[in-house]
């Protein structure tokens, strides 16, 4: 344990931030497994690939991904949806 006072400090942050980063991770994973377990039932999966890309982008601005594999994620996705057919084209998800 750090004897320093701000030291102190910084562990605390530290475990406060890692905690609130660990969530956000995981909510964005939960969101691509839903998205994903959608496609092999052939389900209209077009809110659960706007809340995907929500929850990538959210991580995104927390800088808990980079914009690159966020990129790439996204267009993985894309690219399974188009493939199975599951998300209907032009539709805006309020």
Known sequence: ???IKSAR????????QSANNA???RSMREAIKAFQA???T??????LQANAFSAIDTAVKKNIVSKNR?????????TASKATGTTKPGVKVA
């Open 70 to 78: 966020a990129a790439r994620k996204k267009k993985q996705l894309n």
């Open 38 to 40: 959608a496609l092999t």
């Open 23 to 25: 969530k956000t991770k």
């Open 1 to 3: 344990m750090p004897i």
């Open 42 to 47: 052939k389900k209209d999966t077009t809110k």
């Open 9 to 16: 400090k910084r562990v605390k942050v530290a475990a406060k």
